[in-house]
């Protein structure tokens, strides 16, 4: 992998070269440097110590187009020797940015033992490992994801450039058997503009005549086309901000790569044809991978296609993926739980999966009792599951968390966390978090005191969490101000809700009393009575509130499972 320094004049490529240079030597534990520039600009000479040993160094550093060959490497290794002889401590280093040739590395290791031991060469890859741990540059592993993430083409070679101090990855892509254009990511695989792209093509002489994919523009017209809506290149140019010779450009290449639907338009057909999302789910999981990741990410789980697609096609992806067998509550559950998520949805869809996948073979191929069996899968489900939420509880400490729930109507959510270790003979630590809504509903130290339809919002919110000491609280807070009948009854109701799960049978009868005073058609009203009144014994009245709330809803599959217990 080629390294190449980019500038507009020769004093600025020394300047940077010897920068990067430092900082790399620096990092291999040297100081002291006295730097000495060659007169073409790609060569430098450099002193410096050890900062522990304080022993010497020789380094010599080439970021030449091409690998070091056989012929300069002997004239540096000369050069080194003849240094030697003068310090006889002198440690010696060959940095070439470009690497080296296969000739000259073979000649290097026919050297003796004691000649590689004092003087080494540090090659292309290696100066990456460093820009890495100093970091200043992402993982070849996580560079190959984003490149693969963004765009389906036949790539070719790819190189880092640095200009102004800065890396980047130059991308070249091939059309046949030819390298006809090229993108540009930053240092660790975010789109950069157009600008600063084509400012590298102006420096990288290799680059001429090759087409610029500008792929900041079509992560634009991706996210904006989330809406599922269908749009022409004017009301793209006009969202995404990008020029229309831009998107004339862009708008193509996405069809050819089957992510976007045409809808022909009248001439010319460029302007007046309008496009749209094609609606699979293999193009959410192309935009996933590339959206998810990034600094948009929320913006793109709140949108339409996202959530189309994860209703659709996220529980068969998922079984196929971990082989789950998720429970009805689960397939409800799990893509809620993931469309609020990306740090989560992102594991799930592409995260590692071979471990699960290995206990899962692990427990097809014993011979175990079946309710053995279905016991390690629970396990196996909520290490799964497990893994889930810990990325929940990290995006919801993100500032787009909160407006995210809100565009999903989300009114509460609650969060626990807890910790314990110990060794056989005492508990190590113990520690939990429990935060009130209520609490922060109340006394939150912006907030004035809460609307009653808001705390009642909350409250019965928290009561299909099951948070029933909660929503009891919220509810309570409520009564006491509302005055809409409406309102008033669904407020009872939820009250009686939460006694019922406290057992509390008499009071919740009272509650269910006074919704239905407020409306005598709630049917869920007359069979939580129903309940209640079986709960003290009273089995005639029981039925008959049952056969009332049926009569109000005959589909009321509750009431007709209520009805089978007698």
């Known amino acids: ?34 730097p000495r520039v060659h007169e073409s600009g790609t060569d430098l ?85 460093l820009a890495r741990r100093l970091k200043l540059v992402g993982s070849l592993d996580a560079i190959d994801a984003a490149v693969h993430a963004r765009i389906q083409a036949d790539l070719g070679p790819r190189y880092l450039a640095i200009l102004d101090g800065r890396f980047y990855w130059v991308q070249l892509v091939y059309r046949r058997t030819k390298a006809t254009g090229f993108f540009v990511l930053d240092a660790f695989g975010e789109p950069t503009s157009a600008h600063l792209a084509k400012e590298i093509k102006k420096l990288d002489s290799t680059l001429l005549g090759k087409w610029l994919i500008d792929l900041a523009a079509r992560e634009k017209v991706l996210l904006s086309l989330t809406d599922t809506s269908q749009k022409d290149v004017e009301v793209l140019a006009k969202e995404t901000k990008e020029p229309l010779t831009t998107l004339r450009d862009v708008m193509p290449t996405l069809f050819q790569e089957r992510l976007l639907v045409v809808q022909a338009g009248a001439p010319p057909r460029w302007r007046h044809d309008k496009y749209s999302l094609r609606q699979d789910f293999q193009v959410f999981l192309i935009l996933a991978r590339q959206l998810l ?35 009805d509550q689960e397939r409800t559950g799990l893509p809620h739980l993931l469309a609020i998520s990306p740090s989560a949805l992102a594991f799930s869809l592409f995260g590692p999966n071979e471990a699960y996948l290995q206990t899962w073979r692990e427990l097809e191929t014993k011979p175990l009792p079946n309710a053995e069996r279905e016991r390690w899968r629970a396990f196996y489900q909520a290490r799964l599951y497990g893994e889930f939420l810990l990325r929940f509880l990290t995006d919801a400490q993100h500032p787009h968390f909160g407006e995210l729930l809100t565009n999903k109507g989300i009114k509460v959510s609650l969060l626990r966390a807890s910790a314990k270790a110990a060794n056989p003979h005492v508990l190590f630590f113990s520690l939990h978090s429990e935060p009130s809504p209520i609490e922060a509903l109340k006394h939150g130290p912006h907030l004035p005191p809460p609307d009653p339809e808001v705390a009642m919002e909350h409250g019965m919110s928290l009561l299909h969490m099951q948070e029933y000491p909660y929503a009891l609280e919220l509810i309570e807070m409520a009564l006491k101000e509302l005055r809409d009948p409406a309102k008033l009854a ?46 003290l014994g009273d089995t005639q009245g029981a039925l008959r509130c ?15 499972a209520f009805l089978e217990t007698f």
């Open 1 to 34: 992998m080629l390294i190449k320094i980019l500038a507009s004049s020769k004093k600025e490529k020394e300047r940077f070269l010897e920068q990067l240079t430092k900082l790399l030597l620096d990092e291999l534990g040297y100081f002291d440097f006295r």
């Open 45 to 129: 000479e450099l002193r410096a110590k050890h900062k522990v040993t304080l022993t010497p160094l020789y380094c010599r550093v080439k970021a030449t187009p091409r690998a070091v060959g056989v012929e300069q490497l002997r004239r540096i290794f000369a050069r080194y020797q003849m240094e030697r002889m003068k310090t006889k401590k002198l440690t010696g280093l060959f940095l070439s940015f470009s690497g080296f040739h296969q000739t000259a590395k073979e000649w290097y290791n026919h050297l003796g033992a004691e000649a590689r031991g004092s003087f080494h060469l540090l090659g292309e890859d290696k100066a990456h490992a």
């Open 293 to 327: 990741e990034g600094s948009h990410r929320f913006r793109f789980l709140n949108s339409r296609f996202a959530t189309q697609a994860l209703s659709s096609g996220l529980i068969p992806y998922l079984e196929r993926r971990f082989h789950l067998k998720p429970s």
């Open 490 to 535: 669904v407020a009872w109701n939820g009250k009686g809700v939460c006694l019922l799960s406290q057992r509390r049978y008499a009071e919740a009868i009272h509650c269910f009393n006074e919704s239905l005073r407020y409306d005598n058609n709630v049917p869920s009203a007359w069979l939580h009575k129903a309940i209640c009144l079986k709960g």
């Open 546 to 560: 049952c056969q009332r709330a049926l009569e109000i809803d005959p589909t009321y599959k509750e009431a007709k």
